[in-house]
C-alpha cells in the first residue's frame, strides 16, 4: 500500500499544530489509562484481563506513528513515576518489573507498528485495519510472554498458558471491535471532507 501519511486525528482536525498534538498525545494516554481501569484479576496467572490493548491498538492507528508512540509511552513512564493509571491503579517501576510488565513495555512498540501502518492506509477498511490490530497485538504478546517466562522463571510454554491462551478470544473481540470502529470513523471523516 502506498504511504498515506494522513492519520484519522488529522483528517478529524485538520493539520494539528504542537498544542493539538500535545493535546492528542496526552488524550491517547489518558484512553490508555482509562482502559486499563477495566481490569479482571485471574487466580491462576499474575495478568489480568485488561482493556488496554483495546486502547494501545486504537490510539496508536489513530494517532500515527510518533504521535501513537508518544502516547503509549507517555502512559508507560507516568504510570512509572507514580500516576496511579496502571490496571487497578497500581503505579511505580515495581509494575514494570513484575511478571506482567512486558506487556507494559510491548504497548510501545505496538502502538509504534499500529501507527505506522495506519499511515500506509490500513485502518481504512475493515479487513486491513484488522490485520493491523492484530499484527500490533502479536507484538504486545511477543514482550509480554518473553517477559513473563523470565520473571516467572518458566518455560515458554508454561508462560502461553499463562499470558496467551487465557486472553485470545477477548484480545481477539477486542481487535475486532478497535478494527471496525475505525474504517466507520473514517467513512465519517471522509463525508466531513
Known sequence: MAVTTLTLRDS???????????LTVIAGASLISLFAQISIPLSFTPVPITG??????????????????????????AGALGAPIYAGHSHGLDVIRSPSGGYLL????????????????????????????????????????GWLAHELHVSISKALELGLYPFVAGDLLKIYLAGAFLPTVWRYANRRT
Do not use: K
Open 12 to 22: 478529524l482536525i485538520g493539520t494539528p499544530t504542537i498544542v493539538r498534538r500535545a
Open 52 to 77: 488496554q490493548t483495546f486502547a494501545v491498538l486504537l490510539v496508536g492507528t489513530a494517532l500515527g506513528t510518533v504521535d501513537g508512540t508518544a502516547s503509549a509511552a507517555l502512559y508507560l513512564v
Open 106 to 145: 510491548g504497548f510501545v512498540v505496538a502502538a509504534t507498528l499500529s501507527g505506522y501502518l495506519a499511515e500506509r492506509g490500513w485502518d481504512r477498511h475493515l479487513n486491513s485495519s484488522i490485520s493491523a490490530m492484530l499484527t500490533g497485538n502479536v507484538v504486545i504478546y511477543a514482550f509480554g510472554i
